[in-house]
C-alpha cells in the first residue's frame, strides 16, 4: 500500500508498468482497448464519463514465487486474476485488499482487475446517492515478494496514565508454510523495543502478539504540534530476518468530559469542513498533489479538521493530514439508507468489512480522533435504532481508545441520541428551511438532550448553503455566491459561539458531481454547497469562512 513514507525495507516490490490497458466488458463502453494510467476512474477518459458497468484493467510484469497484490482501493466490486485464475473478489470502493499468490513460476504474468460499478441488490452501500459512485482502480496497486511467512496488522494504541506514555503494540505474524517455523519479531516504537523470541508459527495460521512499551521524553502529537514517531516490525525465522514492517503514529489520548472533546487533556474548538474524495479533472482518483492543495486550502481558511464524507479516504491524504496537523473524523461507508436498505441480507456483512479494514488499515493515523457511521440513515425506528447500535458498538469493539458518533438527519424522532459518545447533528437552517440558525441550533440540542445526549459533546456535523460558481446577484438569490457567504457567516457564528457546541464540519469543502438520478435538486447534477468549485476556485463563501474562523 503506497504511503508517504516506506512501509517495508526488507520486503522487495514488483516493478508494474504505471500505463494499464481499459477495456468496458459491458454496452455503452468503448468497444476498444484503450491506455490509462492507473490509479484512474474511468470516468476521466473521453466517452466513459457515464458509463456504468463492467472494465477491465490488465498489466503484464516480470516476477515469480509468492507474490502479495495489494490493491488500494476498487470501485466498487473487484475480481481479480492472475493469468486467468481468479485469486481475489472484494466489495467497497474505499478499503485496501490483498492476494496471494503462491508457487509462482517465474517469468512474464498478466494481472487483471475487473471493476464494476453497477447497483444492484447485492450492494447494500453503494446505491444512487448524493455524490456519485466512481469505477475503476482508483488507489495505488502493489506488488510485492514474501517469503514462507509475513507480517501484517501493526497496530499501534497510545495512552497515558499518571504521567507515564504507553504505546501498546500489536502486529500479527502469519505462515505460508506447510511446515511449524521458529520465528522472533522485534518491534520498536518511537525510543521503546520489546522483542518476541523463539515461538512457534505453526504452519498456515497466524500468531497475534502484543506489547506494551513505556516511552520516556515524547513529544505530543496536536493539531498546533504534530509530532510523529516511527513503529516497525521485523519478522526473523531461525534468526534471519525476512519481513518488515513500518508505519507512523503519535502520542496522543482522545476523552470526553462532559460536552467537551479533549485532546491531550485540553478541550477542542473544531473548525473544520465536510470533503468528499471528488475532483473535476480525476474523479476519485485524487492524485497526491491534488491533495495537498486541498489541504493548503483548508488550512489557509483556518480549519483544524476534516470529515471523511462518507467513506474511509486514500492512507496517503490521511499521512497528510498527521503531517499538516488536521484533526479527522473518519467513518464507515453508509449514507442516507433507509429501513428497507438497512435491513438488506447484504448490509451488516458489507458494513462489518468496512469497519474492519478502516480500522485496521488506519488506526494509526494520530490525526483521527473520532469514528463515525450511518450518515443520515433511519434513526427513527426500532430496526433503524438497532442497524446504529450494532455499527456503534462494532467501532467501539474493534477501536476503544477513540469516540463513535454517526452524523443525524435535520430532524427529531431520532431513537439513538443516547447511544453515540458524541452527538452529531446534520443542520442546514437558512438554506432548507428558514430557520434562525442560534435557534435551531438550540432547539435541537435542547431536544436531543431529552431524548438520551443530555452532557455529551455536541459537534454540528454538516450545516451550509449551495451557490454555483460565478452566479451573481445584489439581491443575493439563493443559488448566488453572495446568498451562500451570507448564510454560511450566520450557520458558523451561532454554532462556535453556542457553549453547548465543540465544533462544525461545514457542508462542504468542495462541490462534487452526484448521481444524475438527483438532478431536480441539484443544479449541473452536482452537489454546489462547496465554498470551492469542483476546480478549487474560491467562492465568496472562501473569504467569509475564512473571517469567521479567524473569531473563534
Not at 508454510?177 to 495460521?205: G, K
Request: proline share 5%.
Amino acid at each position: 500500500m503506497q504511503r508517504l513514507f516506506p512501509v517495508h525495507h526488507l520486503r522487495r516490490g514488483v516493478r508494474l508498468s504505471p500505463l494499464w490497458s481499459l477495456t468496458t466488458l459491458d454496452a455503452g463502453g468503448l468497444g476498444r482497448p484503450v491506455k490509462a494510467a492507473v490509479p484512474c476512474v474511468w470516468e476521466s477518459i473521453p466517452g466513459l464519463k457515464c458509463y456504468k458497468g463492467r472494465v477491465a484493467y490488465e498489466n503484464t510484469f516480470e516476477g515469480g514465487g509468492t507474490l502479495r497484490f495489494v490493491f488500494g482501493g476498487v470501485a466498487f466490486r473487484a475480481k481479480v486474476y492472475l493469468d486467468g485464475e481468479l485469486i481475489a473478489e472484494h466489495y467497497g470502493a474505499f478499503t485496501a485488499f490483498d492476494a496471494i499468490a503462491e508457487r509462482v513460476p517465474h517469468g512474464m504474468h498478466t494481472l487483471r482487475i475487473e471493476a464494476d460499478n453497477r447497483y444492484g441488490e447485492d450492494s447494500a452501500l453503494h446505491v444512487e446517492n448524493d455524490y456519485y459512485s466512481f469505477g475503476g482502480v482508483s488507489r495505488p496497486v502493489d506488488v510485492q515478494q514474501i517469503e514462507s511467512a509475513y507480517l501484517t496488522d501493526l497496530f499501534i494504541r497510545t495512552s497515558c496514565e499518571d504521567g507515564q506514555w504507553m504505546a501498546d503494540v500489536q502486529v500479527t505474524a502469519v505462515s505460508l508454510s506447510d511446515e511449524d517455523q521458529t520465528a522472533s519479531v522485534f518491534v520498536s516504537a518511537a525510543s521503546s523495543e520489546h522483542i518476541f523470541r523463539s515461538f512457534c508459527l505453526p504452519a498456515r495460521e497466524s500468531v497475534t502478539l502484543r506489547a506494551s512499551m513505556p516511552a520516556q521524553d515524547v513529544k505530543l502529537w496536536s493539531a498546533e504540534e504534530p509530532n510523529l514517531y516511527d513503529a516497525s516490525a521485523v519478522l526473523y525465522l531461525d534468526g534471519r530476518p525476512v519481513d518488515d514492517l513500518c508505519d507512523r503514529f503519535g502520542y496522543r489520548e482522545v476523552k470526553l468530559e462532559g460536552r467537551k472533546i479533549l485532546l491531550n487533556g485540553k478541550p477542542l474548538v473544531i473548525k473544520g469542513f465536510n470533503r468528499h474524495e471528488a475532483y473535476a479533472e480525476f474523479g476519485s482518483a485524487v492524485p497526491l498533489e491534488a491533495m495537498i492543495r486541498d489541504i493548503q486550502l483548508l488550512k489557509d481558511m483556518g480549519a483544524n479538521a476534516v470529515r471523511t464524507c462518507h467513506y474511509p479516504n486514500d492512507p496517503r491524504f490521511l499521512d497528510l493530514c498527521d503531517e499538516f496537523g488536521l484533526l479527522v473524523w473518519e467513518e464507515t461507508h453508509a449514507r442516507a439508507l433507509n429501513e428497507h436498505q438497512l435491513l438488506s441480507p447484504h448490509f451488516r456483512p458489507q458494513t462489518e468489512l468496512c469497519a474492519r479494514e478502516m480500522i485496521a488499515q488506519h488506526g494509526n493515523h494520530p490525526s483521527i480522533f473520532i469514528w463515525g457511521c450511518l450518515n443520515e440513515c433511519e434513526d427513527t425506528t426500532e430496526a433503524g435504532a438497532r442497524e446504529f447500535r450494532w455499527n456503534l458498538d462494532l467501532l467501539r469493539t474493534l477501536d476503544p481508545s477513540r469516540p463513535a458518533t454517526a452524523a443525524l438527519l435535520d430532524r427529531k424522532g431520532s431513537l439513538v441520541c443516547g447511544d453515540m459518545d458524541v452527538l452529531s447533528l446534520n443542520l442546514y437552517p437558512l438554506w432548507y428551511h428558514p430557520t434562525d440558525p442560534a435557534d435551531h441550533v438550540k432547539n435541537m440540542i435542547a431536544w436531543s438532550d431529552a431524548h438520551g445526549a443530555a452532557g455529551k459533546p455536541v459537534i454540528i456535523s454538516e450545516i451550509g448553503a449551495g451557490a454555483v460558481y460565478g452566479y451573481h446577484d445584489p439581491g443575493a438569490m439563493k443559488w448566488t455566491e453572495e446568498r451562500q457567504a451570507e448564510i454560511v457567516t450566520r450557520q458558523i457564528d451561532a454554532v462556535l459561539s453556542s457553549e453547548d457546541c465543540c465544533g462544525i464540519f461545514l457542508w462542504q469543502f468542495a462541490d462534487c458531481r452526484v448521481d444524475e438520478s438527483w438532478f431536480e435538486k441539484r443544479p449541473k447534477s452536482s452537489n454546489n454547497k462547496g465554498v470551492v468549485d469542483e476546480y478549487r476556485r474560491p467562492k465568496l463563501a472562501y473569504t467569509a469562512v475564512k473571517e469567521c474562523f479567524a473569531r473563534y
